[in-house]
């Protein structure tokens, strides 16, 4: 059975940073899933995709909107997926959430993904 659970998410002033973690169970991330990502969804928007990784390369694919703000990490030993954000801004609000496929040609697509976590609320306030 696939589960993703979020957590990490929080309250922060612009310029902040918070960490998010994503655990996986053991059958997602063994059992073939190689594209892991965090997706995120601000009220009365779409779901757009903020970083996916490829596990078997760990390639990372980065919107432009987080380049050089957010990284993403994964721990094996923990089967945890981690988001470092970094010099929060306020557009960064949003419910975040984690999602794992088999397989994808557009890792930044929602669409793409079947599984996905329940969410984790971050806001930042300027």
């Known amino acids: 059975q696939v589960q993703l659970v979020e957590s990490g998410g929080g309250s922060v002033q612009a310029g902040g940073s918070l960490r998010l973690s994503c655990a996986a169970s053991q059958y997602t991330y063994g059992g073939g899933f190689y594209y892991m990502a965090w997706f995120r969804q601000a009220p009365g928007k779409e779901r757009e995709g903020v970083v996916a990784?490829?596990?078997?390369?760990?390639?990372?694919y980065y919107a432009d909107s987080v380049k050089g703000r957010f990284t993403i990490s994964r721990d094996n030993a923990k089967n945890t997926l981690a988001l470092q954000m970094n010099s929060l801004k306020p557009e960064d609000t949003a419910m975040y959430y984690c999602a794992a496929a088999s397989f994808t040609w557009a890792p930044l697509r929602a669409d793409q993904y079947p599984y996905w976590g329940q969410g984790t609320q971050v806001t930042v306030s300027s």
């Open positions: 990784i490829y596990t078997g390369s760990e390639e990372s």
